[in-house]
């Protein structure tokens, strides 16, 4: 089992549908969460950090759920322009920078 | 421009042949990484350093290998390069984020490596 999973996708929506992505991890020491967005190969780019609280950033909501080891990323209004893979992030180590991504959900908005 | 560079992007080479992929940060980033990404197998960390002269192995650091003599340098080397390391290779620094505890990470654009 990957440390870090996610769904599988691709993910196929229509502009303005809501979409969730799902991410798993296994390691319970597990730190800190992020979700990453990356467009065809280029480099990865923050997208949001993702706090126990929950946080919501214009159209992004992101959870975490400790317990159940699961983290969220839920797009609103979906546009051309998020067109992308999210990656899921967790470093192990609130110390060090001990990263571990997940393989990445592909999305496509379509028009 | 706060930015990460790395040099080259892109390379082709032959197995055996020792090479060296730079990376440089202009943000002043104590932390600095370099990962591949493979298709299937999502980006993998390779090695990882924490400040001058202090680096730790990541999740696949086997035929490589670092240095951070510099703030703002970490190269990567590949003393015998294999066709197996045939890869897309990033670099990226971090800065401690004050609240939450969180780094995020500035990746540079990607270098683009064949071996042969």
């Known amino acids: 089992r990957k440390e870090v999973e996610q769904d599988p996708g691709p993910f196929n929506v229509p502009e303005g549908a809501t979409v969730a992505f799902n991410c798993t991890y296994s390691?319970?020491?597990?730190?800190?969460f992020f979700w990453y967005r990356q467009d065809c190969r280029k480099e990865p780019k923050l997208l949001m950090s993702v706090y126990s609280s929950g946080n919501e950033d214009g159209r992004f909501t992101a959870q975490l759920n400790r317990a159940s080891q699961y983290i969220s990323l839920l797009i609103r209004d979906s546009k051309l322009s998020d067109s992308a893979t999210y990656l899921c992030v967790v470093n192990r180590d609130n110390y060090g920078q001990n990263f571990v991504f997940g393989p990445g959900t592909r999305l496509s908005v379509l028009p | 421009e706060a930015q990460v560079t790395q040099n080259p992007r892109y390379l082709i080479t032959v197995t055996g042949k020792k090479l060296t992929v730079t990376c440089s940060q202009n943000m002043n980033h104590e932390y600095m990484s370099w990962y591949r990404q493979d298709p299937g197998l999502g980006l993998r960390q390779i090695y990882y350093?924490?400040?001058?002269?202090?680096?730790d192995k990541g999740d696949v650091p086997e035929g490589y290998k670092v240095s951070r003599k510099e703030k703002r340098n970490f190269p990567l080397i590949l003393e015998s390069p294999s066709p197996n390391q045939t890869s897309l290779y990033f670099c990226?620094?971090?800065?401690?984020?004050?609240?939450?505890?969180?780094?995020?990470?500035?990746f540079g654009p990607g270098t683009r490596l064949t071996v042969t």
């Open positions: 990226a620094s971090s800065l401690r984020v004050r609240t939450g505890d969180s780094y995020e990470q500035y």
């Open positions: 350093s924490m400040n001058v002269e202090v680096t």
């Open positions: 390691n319970s020491a597990s730190q800190s």
